[in-house]
Structure formats: C-alpha cells, structure tokens
C-alpha cells in the first residue's frame, strides 16, 4: 500500500515571497490533516478535512495560510506572504474514517520550509 | 483544552539501559492515547496506542506503555533500548470514539542511545 505522497522534501524561500505544498493521502481515506511542526516542537494542527469539506481550522493563521482539498483527494497548502516564523515542517496525514482507529494517522516525510 | 505535556526534553542512555518516557494530558473526557515516533530521516509512526481495556499496552520493538487513568498519565517504558531506538518520540492524544479526530502531541522527546 502507498504511503501519504507529499512534495517538495526541502523549500528555502525569501520572506514575503510564495510557496505551496502538495500532499497525497493513502487512498480511501477520507480524512487528511496539515500539521507544522517547528523545530523542538510537536506537529501543530493547522487544517482538518473530511472529504473535501473543512472539519478544523481554528490554527490556520487565515492571513496567509490556504489550503484545500477540491475533489477529496490530493490536498494543497499555501502559504503567502511568507514569514520568517514559518520556517518549519509542513506534515500532511492521512486516516480512514472509522470511529476504532481514531486518532490513528498516517503521515508523509513532511515538507522541510526555510524561510531567508 | 486539550494539551499534552512530556517531561522529559532530551534524554541520554548507553544500550541496555532501561527508559521511561513520561506523558501527562489533560483533558476532561475519554480518550485515546498514542506514542508516535520519529527515527532519524524517517516520518512520524505509530509506536503503539491505547483505546480501551487493559492499561498495559505492547507495542511494536518492545516498547510498552501503562494508561494510569488517576494520574492522566500514559508513560512509555522499554526494559533495555539498543542503539537503533534513537529517534524522537511523541505522546499524543484524542478524544475516544469520534472518528476523524486530530491528534493533539506533545512537544517530543528526544532519545539518544550510545553503543
């Protein structure tokens, strides 16, 4: 079975400039999940999907911080303008739908920001 | 809220040595409980969990973790780690029976075992 797809591995950006991530679920599972994680830290929720709809997004700094999820599968996030406080690891994951594997995710390799 | 905290930043074994993590939650509901961990270059994955039933959960590498539900503590534990044990481990939680719940971690500690 494929495991959670995401790309780029490593981004360096200059502060106010734009970057984008992509990720790609395990396939059937309906939830996907953005999570930063900044050095020293645990993952942070930033957004929540179930399908394509938007279950979570009371993290995600909404001034600069997009994501979606059109056909409820693969999944985007953006950010612009860029912050020096982004700098961190976009970690994208994946679960079934199943009330006896809450809480139990998947995740990608995480995308490595760097903003200059 | 929800929160998570572990004790322990940074911790430092020779091999063969004994290790307890400790993980603290709050939170005023049922839950579940996880231990997550991170090797070097590789992503977060699942080490064991706890959903219900016995508080004395086995997991994957003989790592074992104990739900004291008084404490609202889930600490894991292994009897004698080996150099390949060195990673990042995360206690993470969320509330039980709630399908598509994010998980709510901890800030990590870090394992470093010496050969």
């Known amino acids: 079975e494929a495991g959670v797809a995401q790309s780029p591995r490593y981004k360096i950006i200059e502060k106010r400039q734009s970057v984008a991530f992509w990720c790609n679920p395990i396939s059937g599972h309906a939830t996907l999940y953005w999570y930063q994680q900044i050095l020293g830290q645990g993952p942070k929720l930033l957004i929540q999907?179930?399908?394509?709809?938007?279950?979570?997004d009371s993290q995600l700094p909404k001034d600069r911080f997009s994501a979606e999820r059109l056909k409820g599968v693969d999944s985007t996030l953006k950010i612009q303008p860029a912050k020096l406080e982004d700098s961190a690891v976009y970690l994208c994951a994946s679960s079934p739908f199943m009330p006896s594997l809450a809480g139990e995710l998947f995740f990608g390799e995480g995308s490595r920001l760097t903003v200059l | 809220a929800q929160s998570v905290s572990q004790h322990n930043h940074h911790v430092i074994l020779s091999e063969a040595a004994s290790l307890e993590l400790g993980c603290n939650y709050s939170?005023?509901?049922?839950?579940?409980l996880f231990w997550y961990v991170q090797y070097p270059g590789q992503h977060l994955q699942l080490l064991l969990k706890?959903?219900?039933?016995?508080?004395l959960v086995k997991g994957i590498k003989g790592f074992e973790a104990e739900f004291i539900k008084s404490k609202f503590s889930f600490n894991l534990r292994k009897p004698s780690v080996q150099w390949s044990d060195t990673a990042e481990y995360f206690c993470?939680?969320?509330?039980?029976?709630?399908?598509?719940?994010?998980?709510?971690f901890g800030k990590g500690t870090t394992l470093s075992v010496s050969s």
């Open positions: 993470a939680v969320t509330p039980a029976n709630q399908a598509g719940t994010a998980l709510i």
């Open positions: 999907f179930q399908n394509n709809g938007v279950v979570d």
């Open positions: 706890y959903f219900s039933g016995d508080p």
């Open positions: 939170y005023g509901g049922t839950v579940n």
